[in-house]
């Protein structure tokens, strides 16, 4: 039995060292973690169908010169902090290329789609298997052009990754990384509550639980800054805010 306790606590005491390590690092949820998106090439589609290449596992070329497209599925809000697309280009005539783009619905009475490049890379010579990191620094914002009034319904903006490949097996595509994290939305230009205005060091956080439905003050138009907290509140502003809980099945 002592054995068995010595052992439970030794578990406990590495426990708490390996939680102490991790507490240094991003967890798996908040504005500091780097979340990896990966879209392979399979995900594209385009003018033509991929044909699944010999050079290294899972790159893919087109038999005729050909474009593809993927989305690019991440929520209002996210940075993007960079991409990387892999491929393989040994040709010396033929390249890579690769663009990030944002498109929007045009809402004029003969609507037409239109697109914004964000950036582009083309590969150059015979460099053989290699890849291409952007670092972006980029918002994604779903409301473009029709802010500041947009609804969630009039939202049509949509990202994508847009792949040219020339009818070559010497040039060839895997995928794309994207790496992104998520952040607290930009603070209002006006309060809303009296007692927090917009010189409050934590504004941008209250208004953005505001905003969020995970509290709507303390009465009379006030938040309370710096009233307590009580187990009551607390259980309220958690499971808004992680939205509690769904049983498993
Ligand atoms: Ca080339």
Known sequence: MRARIAARLAAVV???????????QPAEFGIQDGNDLWIPASQFTGTAGWVEGTIGYGYFYATAVSTFHA??????????????????DNSA????????????????????????????????????LT??????????????????????AAAADFYTFYVVMPANQQ????????IWHRQVSLAPATATFNDVPTSDPAF?????????????GCGSGNYCPDANLTRRQMAVFLSKAL?????NF
Do not use: C, M, N
Request: overall charge negative; charged content about 15%.
């Open 14 to 24: 590495l426990f708490s060292s390996l939680a102490s390590v991790s507490a240094a």
């Open 71 to 88: 989305g690019l599925p991440l929520p209002q809000g996210a940075y993007i902090d960079s991409w990387r697309a892999f491929y393989y």
């Open 93 to 128: 005539s033929d390249d890579f290329t690769v663009s990030f783009l944002k498109w929007f619905d045009d809402t004029t009475a003969a609507p037409t789609p239109g697109a914004v490049l964000i950036h582009e890379f083309t590969s150059t010579g015979s460099p053989g």
């Open 131 to 152: 890849s291409y990191e952007q670092a972006e620094g980029f918002t994604i914002d779903l409301r473009q052009p029709l802010q500041p009034s947009v609804t969630r």
């Open 171 to 178: 040039v060839q595509f895997k995928g794309i990384r994207v």
């Open 204 to 216: 941008q956080y209250i208004e953005a639980l505001a905003a969020s439905g995970i509290t709507s």
């Open 243 to 247: 939205g509690l809980h769904w049983p």
